[in-house]
């Protein structure tokens, strides 16, 4: 069930350059469930700037009502948001968008997750929740450079944790595809978050395996009424998923990524 | 205290969410109970499905945004088969939005859109800056928003309100053109046409080039143009343009519009109609007023009530 509540500020801070993370507090976590999912979070008291803001869900912690969003400091909006301080409200609109298929067949099964940037942060929750169920999560994580790295060891305790830096400056250089060609790594299934060349090179090299994609889209409402962040699906030239409602994760060819 | 009573419209209160702005109602069912607005304002219909605009389709403005979308839709018939029966469920009129590349192509979605048992009004879509051909091609011309008007109100069984631009010279001539050519009302505005530009690579920020503003940075301008509207013509008119909130709702009727429809405030805040409609009757008390009637039109004080603002 969607909601919106003015949620408590817990905890916020930079974990890495322009990288914050932001915990928040509040009912509106009893609804959040599966890793994968967004909040749309209003930076603004005012008009500017007007739209809210869709975050990944980092992690979600049902026990104390909290939940954790990681974000880049990259625009006006983000920027607002980052001199937030723990005590004060933020507007949240969500649980938002369908996450990451979880079941029982996973159990035993080597789960490989991939995300660069700041398509890191959902895999966090995924892979707590997939170790929670008996899988196997490995990572191969990329970042710019090690600088904007973060969560390393957050994830290192979860699985086997790889990383690919633009520079060289941690893990291997190049990018996540380079990183799990350099490491020989086998999987079972593959859940991937980043930018559009990354999702579209893995989903081209792992034809044969079963993957799922998390997009980005610049979105309006975030619910699926506005249809600004629809992309084209194969072979139907009127046919379109809505990346906020119909995903954001979508399984490996369901949607065209040139979106 | 807040019914209003239009051209095949009787509406529990004056608040009805903007075509396009809430799809076909079905996010938003979710979200609260459809029964609480005056009506429904759906998005288009055109003959054929369409996809719409390649993204980026929104782009961020101080106090609003802009938004090329290009009429995504499932088609007139996926709208009858589909989208139109789950609303049926809803005591909820619906003013389907109407729009086409021809006369030809309006003239089928209107005929056929209007049959639908819980459709009570047509909303002719001759504004949308955001397609190549219809949309505001017709409604900068006061002749081709005339003929289309008066071919639609041919084979329309029911009222046609008829959705104005802003982005012409003269507004009042284009609704006086419409209202001759049989309009049962106007609704305005539709969104400004606009553009952004990326910093990094100098080129525009949406797919489209250019998209249409909204958000309350347009509100001022529908203001003026809802006031001068109102004077020129005497069919009523459903005030659009940057409504955020209860007050926003009293200056539109102020202005001279009998109901108003939210548009981007549902993006910002999905709640939103449902919170304004149950804020409205406190705002009328404490500017004094005991029916949304005797705010329509205010800032007109030497102009009589028209009679459609009888109870």
Redesign the interface.
């Known amino acids: 069930?969607?909601g919106?509540e003015d949620m408590q500020i817990v905890s916020h801070k930079e974990i890495a350059k322009d990288i914050f993370e932001l915990v928040l507090q509040g009912e509106l976590t009893r609804q959040m469930t599966k890793p994968g999912q967004f909040v749309h979070v209003?930076v603004s008291e005012t008009?500017?700037?007007?739209?809210?803001r869709p975050i990944s869900i980092a992690r979600i912690s049902r026990e104390d009502r909290t939940f954790t969003i990681i974000y880049r400091k990259s625009g006006e909006g983000t920027a607002l948001l980052s001199s937030k301080k723990p005590g004060e409200k933020a507007d949240i609109?969500g649980p938002l968008g369908n996450g990451f298929p979880i079941d029982s067949s996973l159990k035993g099964k080597k789960v490989l997750l991939t995300g660069g940037g700041i398509g890191v942060p959902p895999l966090y929750e995924l892979s707590r929740q997939l170790k929670a169920i008996g899988a196997v999560p490995v990572h191969v994580l990329g970042f710019e450079n090690i600088e904007a790295s973060f969560y390393k060891e957050e994830f290192a305790r979860l699985g086997d944790t790889y990383f690919s830096t633009t520079d060289g400056s941690l893990g291997v250089k190049g990018f996540v595809t380079d990183a799990i060609s350099y490491h020989e790594i086998e999987f079972d299934s593959l859940y991937a978050c980043g930018p559009t060349p990354m999702l579209k090179a893995l989903e081209t090299r792992y034809t044969e395996r079963e993957v799922y994609l998390s997009l980005e889209?610049?979105?309006?409402?975030?619910?699926?009424?506005?249809?600004?962040?629809?992309?084209?699906i194969p072979n139907d030239?009127?046919?379109?998923k809505k990346v906020c409602?119909d995903g954001p994760v979508f399984r490996a060819g369901e949607v065209v990524l040139s979106? | 205290m807040l019914n209003i009573t239009l051209p095949g419209l009787t509406l529990k209160n004056p608040v009805m969410p903007a075509s396009g702005c809430f799809g076909f109602g079905k996010e938003f069912s979710n979200l609260y109970d459809l029964n609480k607005l005056g009506a429904i304002m759906i998005k288009a219909a055109t003959p054929e499905a369409r996809f719409g605009n390649e993204t980026p389709r929104v782009a961020e403005t101080p106090g609003g945004m802009l938004n090329a979308i290009g009429l995504q839709n499932p088609g007139l018939s996926g709208v009858i088969q589909t989208e139109l029966p789950r609303l049926e469920s809803f005591d909820v009129p619906i003013i389907a939005n109407v729009a086409g590349s021809s006369i030809e192509d309006y003239m089928e979605v209107a005929e056929r859109i209007s049959q639908a048992p819980n459709v009570a009004a047509l909303e002719l879509n001759i504004s949308c800056p955001n397609v190549k051909t219809g949309g505001i091609a017709f409604g900068t011309d006061p002749k081709m928003a005339a003929d289309l008007t008066e071919a639609v109100k041919r084979v329309s069984s029911v009222p046609v309100y008829v959705k104005l631009s802003p982005n012409v010279t003269s507004i009042s001539e284009i609704a006086i053109a419409v209202e001759q050519a049989g309009a049962d009302g106007l609704t305005m505005i539709n969104t400004l046409l606009g553009m952004r530009l990326d910093l990094k690579t100098g080129r525009p920020v949406l797919a489209n080039k250019t998209g249409g503003l909204s958000g309350p940075a347009i509100k001022p301008v529908a203001i003026r143009m809802i006031h001068e509207v109102s004077r020129a013509v005497s069919i009523p008119i459903i005030g659009m343009g940057g409504i955020q909130s209860a007050e926003d709702v009293l200056e539109f009727l102020y202005a001279g519009a009998s109901a108003v429809a939210v548009g981007t405030a549902n993006f910002v805040n999905p709640f939103i109609c449902s919170e304004i409609i149950d804020e409205l009757p406190e705002m009328l008390s404490k500017y004094g007023f005991s029916h949304v009637r005797e705010c329509i039109g205010r800032s007109h004080e030497d102009a009589p009530k028209p009679d459609y603002h009888r109870a």
């Open positions: 069930m969607i919106k209003k008009f500017v700037p007007l739209l809210r609109i889209e610049r979105m309006g409402c975030g619910i699926g009424a506005c249809f600004a962040c629809v992309c084209h030239p009127a046919g379109y409602s979106c």
